[in-house]
């Protein structure tokens, strides 16, 4: 299993959109629509924030999409509010009941 | 809500075993399958393993032979024990629920530090 590419970190002033990608492979994201987005705000326990590669759970906010072209996935927020900033990871099923992650993105709000 | 609580020794001596139990609370731990997830200090995060409701279990080929999980139903907690750790297993621990589709709560997670 290889970890998922997402790049170290992203930023954006209030108001923008920024999109946050996530690379795997054909074994992983190219192949299964199971890739899920979370936020994490050090110290607390991570949030679901898109999950089946375009859902969102109840209560997160439409500023938040997410999409996918082949092996790449990718999170998207628009009209970027200071409590967007955090660290959003990726994750994808690879099969055989496994799963595999992004090594994590700092999105910073200016 | 669904909460999770990883709790147990923050520091384990190199080729001991580390050990950790995960409490839930707002929901029955006899369904779903409950998973144990890590992040080394500066690294991304790594799947562990997961047990089901019914006691089957699935782990990281990598870890596979060092890892037990077991899960706890009358006290609704699960755990983890991985064996000959040495300082790569020095990681920030998450234990972690596994919907139908995603990994859908978590705990905040507990720092275990392999030193001698």
């Known amino acids: ?110 | 809500q669904v909460q999770l609580q990883e709790s147990g020794p923050g520091l384990v001596k190199p080729s001991e075993t580390l050990s950790l139990t995960c409490s839930v609370s707002g929901g029955s731990i006899s369904s779903y399958y409950w998973s144990w997830i890590r992040q080394p200090p500066g690294k991304g995060l790594e799947w562990i393993g997961y047990i089901s409701y019914s006691g089957s279990t699935n782990f990281n080929p990598s870890l596979k032979s060092r890892v037990t999980i077991s899960l706890d139903t009358s006290k609704n907690q699960f755990s983890l024990k991985l064996s000959s750790v040495t300082a790569a297993d020095t990681a920030v621990y998450y234990c972690a629920r596994e919907g139908f589709t995603a990994i859908d709560y978590w705990g905040q997670g507990t720092l275990v530090t392999v030193s001698s």
């Open chain 1, 1 to 110: 299993q290889s970890a998922l590419t997402q790049p170290a970190s992203v930023s954006g002033s209030p108001g923008q959109s920024i999109t946050i990608s996530c690379t795997g492979t054909s074994s992983d994201v190219g192949t299964y629509n199971v890739v899920s987005w979370y936020q994490h705000h050090p110290g607390k326990a991570p949030k679901l924030m898109i999950y089946e590669v375009n859902k969102r759970p109840s209560g997160v906010s439409n500023r938040f999409s997410g999409s996918k072209s082949g092996n790449t996935a990718s999170l998207t927020i628009s009209g970027l509010q200071a409590e967007d900033e955090a660290d959003y990871f990726c994750c994808s099923y690879a099969g055989s009941s496994t799963w595999v992650f992004g090594g994590g993105t700092k999105l910073t709000v200016l």
